[in-house]
């Protein structure tokens, strides 16, 4: 073996060894430099809400710049829907903001209606439980956003406590629609079905038990000072910037602006109905989650009103050249009707059979026509462009989806932040990346 001498006075290049007498040559490396790191946090990540990107780059823990990258979850659902009926849309809306379907399922069908000019014709049982659905969806989206957010931050009871509520709200929508998701229950013309027996009880009896476990959350996180440590200042976005970005819902209202399409552009009947637009001014994720409990409780007396209002009556419009001749829904255990029961509509006449069946497989036809709808859903405003040639199928339906518009303010909410903040952040906005890249 050769003796080998070290030359600690050498210049190293690259590598530091620190090996206790190359202190000189390590100490003056740092001088100067800047180490600025690229983080890709998702697709694959269990904080980003889905398949979110979010490219960051970081010095240090702070942010220098932050990019959203979408697409991971693009189905294709807008170009689909041109070679659907107008009836077999719904099927496809539902499943973009998989949270809340009801609202896309109700912006689609108000397009349709107002394109057929039926708007008017809408029985008002069928219109009463479309805000009743859409109130509790509501509620089940907001109770996803805060346990999750609350997950994301450390929180898990606030994620026990969400998950088990929204299971109350998801039983309504099972018992309702015999789906938990991906309903299609409301249809161009009303509903696919009536409430079953029961309905109206199992629905009140669920608010009182969520009117009392609401409480639960609010105890849980209003002014925990460590919740308050890891959200208030954090992700903010002034009035200015959410009008220069488009943004709306609650990462607006929590500027102060009270603006809810429900209030200033009123659909469904809504500017009957008794309740207030929650707003904040902190600018901040604590001021969103703040919006988002006090709407759960507005949310809570609109089903109230709903129930009350509710009375006897058809769920669809009279127009036989729309609605089907006969009453063929799934039913509530989500199987279907019985054997008897289609036994007994389908020999009613031929001519309503064969009418059934060209209705379902051709569908009806659409005057021509172009016209856009928008609605309040949970995380703002959901608009739909629906574009009619004359035909049995959409020529054009285009959504503008809030979560697409409000992910342009995460450079905004997030650079010059910390690394930990961006999750604050994007919890903040809550986005459905169904919605995003349909």
């Known amino acids: ?117 039926i708007t008017d014709e809408i029985p008002e049982r069928a219109t009463v439980i479309r805000v009743l659905m859409m109130e509790l969806n509501r509620i089940s989206s907001h109770l996803v956003a805060l346990g999750t957010g609350g997950l994301e931050l450390g929180a898990l009871t606030a994620m026990i406590f969400g998950f088990r509520e929204r299971e109350l709200v998801l039983d309504l929508f099972e018992m309702i629609t ?19 027996d029961g309905a109206e009880k199992k629905i009140a009896e669920t608010l009182t038990l969520l009117r009392k476990r609401f409480k639960d959350t609010s105890d849980l996180l209003v002014d925990n000072a460590i919740w308050m440590a890891r959200t208030k200042g954090v992700g903010y976005l002034d009035l ?25 552009d009123p659909y469904c009947g809504y500017e009957t109905y008794d309740f207030k637009v929650p707003t904040e001014n902190t600018n901040d994720s604590y001021g969103r989650f703040l919006i988002r409990l006090a709407e759960m409780q507005e949310s809570l007396n609109l089903v109230e009103q709903c129930l009350d209002r509710l009375r006897p009556g058809p769920v669809m419009v009279a127009d036989k050249k729309i609605a089907w001749p006969s009453q063929l829904a799934i039913g509530a255990d989500g199987m279907g009707n019985s054997l008897e029961h289609i036994r007994t509509i389908m020999g009613e006449s031929m001519e309503a059979l064969i009418h059934h069946f060209k209705l379902v497989t051709e569908g009806f036809q659409v005057p021509p026509g172009q016209t856009y709808v928008r609605v309040e859903s949970p995380r703002g405003e959901l608009g739909v462009h629906v574009a009619s040639m004359g035909g049995t199928r959409p020529y054009r339906v285009h959504f503008r989806d809030p979560s697409f518009a409000n992910l342009q303010a995460v450079p905004a909410m997030s650079e010059g932040g910390m690394v930990s903040d961006v999750i604050a952040s994007v919890a903040g906005i809550d986005p459905v990346m169904g919605g995003v890249d349909r």
């Not at 829907?81 to 099927?91: A, F, H, K, M």
């Not at 015999?178 to 079953?196: E, K, S």
């Open 178 to 196: 015999g789906l938990r998701m991906n309903h299609a229950y409301i249809r161009p013309g009303g509903l696919a079905q009536d409430l079953p």
């Open 1 to 117: 073996m050769s003796d080998t001498t070290l030359d600690f006075d050498a210049d190293v290049d690259a590598s530091y060894t620190v090996t206790g007498n190359d202190w000189q040559t390590v100490l003056p490396a740092p001088e100067g430099e800047k180490q600025r790191i690229v983080v890709n946090m998702g697709p694959q990540h269990p904080s980003t809400h889905g398949v979110l990107r979010l490219i960051l780059d970081i010095e240090g823990e702070s942010v220098i710049e932050a990019r959203a990258g979408i697409g991971y979850l693009h189905t294709g659902i807008e170009k689909n829907l041109e070679y659907r009926s107008w009836v077999q849309g719904v099927t496809f809306v539902t499943r973009m903001d998989y949270l809340s379907p009801f609202f896309n399922e109700t912006a689609y069908c108000l397009g349709v209606e107002r394109l057929l000019g």
């Open 240 to 264: 200015e910037g959410c009008m220069a970005l488009g943004i709306s819902g609650p990462v607006l209202r929590a500027t102060g602006l009270p603006h809810d399409i429900r209030k200033t």
